[in-house]
T-cell receptor, first 112, second 114 residues
Framework: AQSVSQHNHHVILSEAASLELGCNYS??????LFWYVQYPGQHLQLLLK??????LVKGIKGFEAEFIKSKFSFNLRKPSVQWSDTAEYFC??????????FGTGTRLTVIP | KAGVTQTPRYLIKTRGQQVTLSCSPI?????VSWYQQTPGQGLQFLFE???????NKGNFPGRFSGRQFSNSRSEMNVSTLELGDSALYLC?????????????FGPGTRLLVL
């Protein structure tokens, strides 16, 4: 069965620090990959997505992610976080059918 | 374009009752998926509807059902509610046709079962 792992449950950073959130999945076939963000009191929003092509994808608000097929990973990065990035981040995998398998989420707290 | 809308936003029910949640997708999106979000289990896929047919189904009991109407609006029904059904129920819509189906989520319906 497919599974998605986000090993960082809660990350605390100071403003301007760099961010990397890990995401690993277990599935041997072709996957589509997504990162969603849930700001406090708001609904899930799409940050970025990967379907094919360049494994380095750029999303909104300065976020990017790199798909490393050999490592089954799709880590999220941002060079300099802001207080407004405080949110919960979810990695999701789509395999064939149009349903998403989500990781357990990583809560990011950015201290001003 | 208006986003995905869900009604009601909050609901309180008692055990044994049934509940119906509604979702209106983004205009032009014909696929609607439902997810359950709980602190313990995270986000779990319930089912997906496309062209009024259930196309995919997650691992939930038969008490959870859904349907889709010809205008792509979808409803989800939970019968014989249990305390463990308390959760945020999310609806997502996607455009089908380009082979890259991205799901856009609504604000959710928060269900509390007492």
């Amino acid at each position: 069965a497919q599974s998605v792992s986000q090993h960082n449950h809660h990350v605390i950073l100071s403003e301007a620090a760099s961010l990397e959130l890990g995401c690993n999945y277990s599935y041997g076939g072709t996957v589509n990959l997504f990162w969603y963000v849930q700001y406090p009191g708001q609904h899930l929003q799409l940050l970025l997505k990967y379907f094919s092509g360049d494994p380095l994808v750029k999303g909104i608000k300065g976020f990017e992610a790199e798909f490393i097929k050999s490592k089954f990973s799709f880590n999220l990065r941002k060079p300099s976080v802001q207080w407004s990035d405080t949110a919960e981040y979810f990695c999701a995998v789509q395999t064939g059918a149009n349903n998403l398998f989500f990781g357990t989420g990583t809560r990011l707290t950015v201290i001003p | 374009k208006a986003g995905v809308t869900q009604t009601p936003r909050y609901l309180i029910k008692t055990r044994g009752q049934q509940v119906t949640l509604s979702c209106s997708p983004i205009s032009g999106h014909r696929s609607v998926s439902w997810y359950q979000q709980t602190p313990g289990q995270g986000l779990q896929f319930l089912f997906e509807y496309f062209s009024e047919t259930q196309r995919n189904k997650g691992n939930f009991p038969g008490r959870f059902s859904g349907r889709q109407f010809s205008n792509s609006r979808s409803e989800m029904n939970v019968s014989t509610l249990e305390l463990g059904d308390s959760a945020l129920y999310l609806c997502a819509s996607s455009f089908v046709g380009r082979g890259e189906e991205t799901q856009y989520f609504g604000p959710g319906t928060r269900l509390l079962v007492l």
